[in-house]
């Protein structure tokens, strides 16, 4: 029973004895009979408080919107960049190399295109102050390019006495061509590096044109000569696709590669003697 009125004693203090004794705050200003603080001070201190936490969320708000804008601008930013990509992995190869050889004429460096056959694997000369640099364009898809094309690149490089040898591609080049050429006088730029130095080096109003993409490419442009020989030439179906080859074929060995939507659409296949082999007919 003592316990219990302890316990009980306790409670009723507890109740009472704020109510009977209020409090003072850390200002010195006694609370109000109901536990309520009035101090001027305090109430300044908590709307100064709140004012702090709102204007922390407020910051806080703001930073995940300006983090949100920066992701999607590089988000549009990488669009745009895979978006040219795309249309340049549409150019024909010599416009291709076009395309690169512009891009560093307007850096600044002396560009010379190499004819179209018998280049020695070089499509272009770059010299600038006594340097003299061969340029090699692959206009890959899908592909990546390997450490054997670098290899012929820097064959062709010591032939040509250049002082560097630069590939530009519109793919990638795979891990062991790059650690290859890590320690070789070659150049790797890749279709992302690509982009980088069109934007750097073209206005920004420029544009490729039209005639460079396949899609574009009109029928009368097409040779009706071969540059070897000065013969005749066919259009032809292999298995890669269509293509221009010399009648003089095997003796002459010119062919120049055409865009699919360029073969007719009329042209049936025929079966010949042998089961898999097809050809086509104008």
Not at 121 to 132: A, H, N, P, V, Y
Not at 184 to 192: A, F, N, S
């Amino acid at each position: 029973m003592e316990i219990l009125g302890l316990i009980a004693i306790w409670i009723i203090g507890s109740l009472v004895w704020p109510w009977l004794f209020p409090g003072k705050c850390r200002h010195s200003h006694r609370f109000e009979r109901n536990g309520l603080n009035n101090c001027p001070q305090c109430e300044q201190e908590r709307t100064e408080r709140e004012k702090e936490r709102a204007r922390l969320e407020h910051e806080r708000k703001q930073q995940e919107q300006l983090r949100a804008q920066e992701i999607e601008r590089r988000r549009r930013i990488e669009s745009e960049r895979l978006r040219q990509l795309s249309y340049l992995q549409q150019l024909t190869p010599i416009a291709f190399e076009q395309f690169v050889l512009e891009i560093y004429r307007q850096l600044g460096w002396s560009v010379t295109q190499t004819p179209v056959t018998g280049d020695n694997g070089i499509d272009g000369l770059l010299e600038k102050d006594s340097d003299r640099h061969v340029l090699q364009c692959k206009r890959f898809k899908s592909t990546r390019v390997g450490a054997p094309i670098l290899r012929d690149l820097l064959g062709a490089t010591i032939a040509a006495k250049a002082s560097r040898g630069i590939l530009v591609t519109t793919s990638s080049f795979t891990a062991q061509a790059r650690e290859w050429a890590r320690d070789q006088p070659l150049t790797l730029v890749d279709g992302l590096s690509l982009i980088n130095m069109m934007q750097e080096a073209l206005p920004p109003n420029w544009i490729v044109p039209r005639e460079w993409v396949l899609r574009e490419l009109a029928e009368e442009a097409l040779p009706t000569a071969c540059p070897i020989c000065s013969n005749i030439v066919r259009r032809r179906h292999g298995r890669y696709g269509p293509f221009l080859g010399c009648t003089l074929y095997p003796r002459c060995t010119w062919t120049m590669n055409l865009p699919h939507n360029l073969f007719p659409q009329n042209a049936q296949p025929r079966r010949q003697r042998h089961r898999y082999r097809r050809r086509y007919y104008h």
